[in-house]
């Protein structure tokens, strides 16, 4: 998807993929730094530590409480910091600023793959770590009417409900599930990803076809057993794939400082992903 779209673009860029293990993340910016990286992606858990190891964070990003997006920025002679694509030579003076571009993913995707109005919704958020507590503290921000947050440890559930009538106090936000229909059942966990794993869900306490529209933020397989079970109750169904395109492209802009080739980015996402296109 961003080789595509660096190619589209005409940038003499490389996208890469690298295993970090967590404790190295610091030393790992680091390296990037010094080699003069135009910019990373990161993914869980780096989410949540870069915030605190990279120079500068954006204030977006400081909301939602994660980093997913790094921008390399040099000192230039005026003394105000600028994207290293701005420089014909490396300057001496280089930094690291973390911006978080999954949010507005999250809420665009569920507008367009599922036609979803967020604001007055009712909505059963299954998850709060990393992705989950991001899109968690975004819905409230647009305005949905009620948020029921369901985790394995009610204890951090408890922490970004606390968080979000401070913030949000217009969202009633409550921990378990809900006692009547939603308009969203999405999933932020990573229960999907393997055959075998069981749904992320109580259907005893929540029976699915009181979901109006079911978003499963795990884009392999392209239908997790939640989704699937979901189709067949009726549910309106999307799977992650809109979320992961919206965040890319709008790393690809902040990296470039140009419009992402989004069509570009969706059909090679689509290829890589499932060998044909993007529904």
């Known amino acids: 998807m961003q080789n595509a779209g660096i190619l589209e673009l005409g940038l003499n860029w490389l996208y890469l993929a690298f295993e970090v293990d967590p404790k190295d993340l610091a030393e790992a910016l680091e390296g990037a730094r010094r080699m003069n990286f135009i910019g990373l992606n990161l993914t869980v858990p780096h989410k949540l530590l870069a915030l605190e190891l990279v120079d500068d964070v954006d204030p977006a990003a400081r909301a939602w409480g994660a980093v997913n997006t790094v921008v390399f920025e040099g000192r230039g002679p005026t003394g105000a910091w600028q994207p290293l694509r701005e420089f014909a030579s490396v300057p001496k003076e280089v930094r690291s600023h973390g911006y978080n571009t999954d949010a507005d993913a999250i809420t665009r995707s569920l507008r367009e793959d599922l036609g979803l109005e967020l ?6 958020l299954l998850g709060v770590g990393g ?13 949905v009417a009620e948020l029921a947050l369901v985790n394995r440890t009610t204890e951090k559930a408890g922490a970004v409900a606390a968080e979000i009538r401070e913030r949000h106090p217009q969202t009633r936000v409550s921990l378990g599930y809900p006692p009547g229909a939603v308009d969203l059942l999405l999933n932020a966990t990573s229960l999907g990803l393997k ?18 529209t079911v978003y499963d933020m795990i884009y392999r397989p392209a239908e997790t057993p939640l989704l699937r079970k979901a189709k067949a109750a009726g ?29 570009v ?6 290829e890589n992903v499932y060998g044909g296109q993007l529904r």
């Not at 604001?119 to 059963?124: D, P, Y």
């Not at 999307?238 to 709008?250: D, E, I, R, S, V």
């Not at 980015?265 to 689509?270: I, Y």
């Open 195 to 212: 055959a075998e794993d069981e749904l992320p869900l109580d259907e005893n306490q929540f029976p699915l076809p009181q979901a109006r």
């Open 265 to 270: 980015m969706r059909r090679a996402l689509a």
């Open 119 to 124: 604001a007055g919704a009712k909505v059963l």
């Open 131 to 143: 992705a989950g507590r991001t899109a968690a503290l975004k819905l409230a921000a647009e305005g």
């Open 235 to 263: 549910c309106r169904t999307a799977n992650g794939l809109g979320m992961l395109l919206y965040q890319g492209a709008k790393a690809l802009e902040l990296w470039s400082g140009r419009p992402a080739p989004l069509e």
